[in-house]
Structure formats: C-alpha cells, structure tokens
C-alpha cells in the first residue's frame, strides 16, 4: 500500500511509520518540522507538511491507498485538533483515500456506568481536560461528515511506549480495561492495530478502541 503518514514525527506516528515499512509499504512521513526526521525510518519518505492545510492534504494524498494522521498540538493549541480534522476531511473529499484518525479515549464510555464517558469521571485529571474535550470535538467532526471513508482510533486510556507483543482487543464505544480495571496498550501494538485496520478495514465511518 501507498500510504501518509501525518504528524509521523511524533511518539505515535514514528512507531506506525516504522511497522508500516517493516510490513512493505511505501511511506510518506510528514511532520510539521524537518528535524523530526532524524528520528524516523530511513526507509519512509520525507515531506515537511501540516494537515492543518487542506490543499497540503489534497497534495500528499493524491495517488494514495490511505492517510493516518496521529498529529497531536502543543498545550494551549488543543484547538488545532477538530481544525486538523476538518482539512483532513476537506482535502481527502477531492482525492477519496480513506483516513484513520488516532484520537483519544475520553469520549469512551466506562464500563458497569452507564453512559458516563472517561473524561465524565469525578477522578479525570483537570490538566488533561483541553486534550479530551478536543478529541471529543474531534471526533464530532468526523461523524458530521458524510464525505469521507474514515476510521477514528480511540487507544486505551493509558498509551505510552512498550513492547510490541502483536496482541490487544478491539472494541467500539466502551473503555477497554483488564482484570485489574486498568486501561493500556503499548504505542508499538497501538502501531501493529493501525495497520492491521489498514491492511483489513473494518471500520468505515466510525469509532473503534483498543487496548489489552
């Protein structure tokens, strides 16, 4: 597959980047700042680039099987997030490639509380507030379109780096936890689930969550 990578500079986007290469597919890495590439795999293109841009998007998605975009803002830019899905979708509503969005767990429901979603909890931390809400405005954004074949990536509440085992759960709109209660996955099997939505879609216009 041809596929771009938006925001592939980033903890997330460079671990997709590198299983994406290691499963042979050609790779457009694009970040933001150049500087990011040093850290990248040498085997992906490389094209400074900003999603925020939907021409940009058009540019380096035309001729392409599939967009994933992890792009994450910097604190007091979390707005960037739902204006960084509007031109993702306006940009790929000229091409028709499908778009996987990785977004964030607060919009999740908890398990055994009926509709009460992650970022609802008494015990949600506050300075994770602007990031939730905006992943939730996010994802609003991509169920007001009806233009696009798109994937929104909800990962488990707790994503960090780790060992890629090459095994998690999938789910749709409820918090995925273990036995204990606890909510993860590693950004190396976070990485191995995108591609495997990639490689075998099944999720078309609509959310999805994994975790262990």
């Known amino acids: 597959m041809r596929i771009t990578v938006f925001g592939a500079g980033g903890a997330a986007g460079s671990r997709i980047v590198a299983e994406a290469i290691d499963r042979n597919h050609q790779v457009t890495a694009v970040a933001r700042d150049a500087t990011r590439f040093t850290a990248l795999h040498p085997g992906a293109r490389h094209v400074v680039g900003d999603a925020l841009d939907p021409d940009?998007?058009?540019?380096?998605?035309?001729?392409?099987?599939?967009?994933?975009?992890?792009?994450?803002?910097?604190?007091?830019?979390?707005?960037?997030?739902?204006?960084?899905?509007?031109?993702?979708?306006?940009?790929?509503?000229r091409t028709g490639v499908r778009l996987i969005l990785l977004g964030g767990a607060g919009s999740l429901r908890l398990p055994g509380q009926g509709e009460r979603t992650v970022v609802q909890d008494p015990g949600f931390p506050a300075d994770w507030r602007p990031i939730?809400?905006?992943?939730?405005?996010?994802?609003?954004?991509?169920?007001?379109?009806?233009?696009?074949?798109?994937?929104?990536?909800?990962?488990?509440?707790?994503?960090?780096?780790?060992?890629?085992?090459?095994?998690?759960?999938?789910?749709?709109?409820?918090?995925?936890?273990?036995?204990?209660?606890?909510?993860?996955?590693?950004?190396?099997?976070?990485?191995?689930?995108?591609?495997?939505?990639?490689?075998?879609?099944?999720h078309h216009r609509t959310r999805f969550t994994v975790g262990y």
């Open 56 to 93: 940009t998007v058009t540019a380096l998605s035309s001729g392409q099987d599939l967009v994933i975009s992890t792009t994450r803002p910097t604190p007091g830019q979390e707005q960037d997030l739902p204006d960084t899905a509007r031109a993702l979708l306006a940009g790929l509503s």
């Open 132 to 202: 939730a809400l905006a992943c939730n405005e996010q994802l609003a954004v991509c169920q007001a379109d009806g233009h696009v074949d798109w994937a929104y990536l909800s990962p488990a509440a707790v994503l960090e780096p780790g060992k890629r085992t090459g095994t998690y759960r999938v789910g749709t709109d409820e918090l995925l936890v273990d036995a204990d209660g606890n909510s993860t996955i590693s950004m190396e099997d976070l990485a191995v689930a995108v591609l495997d939505e990639a490689e075998h879609p099944r």
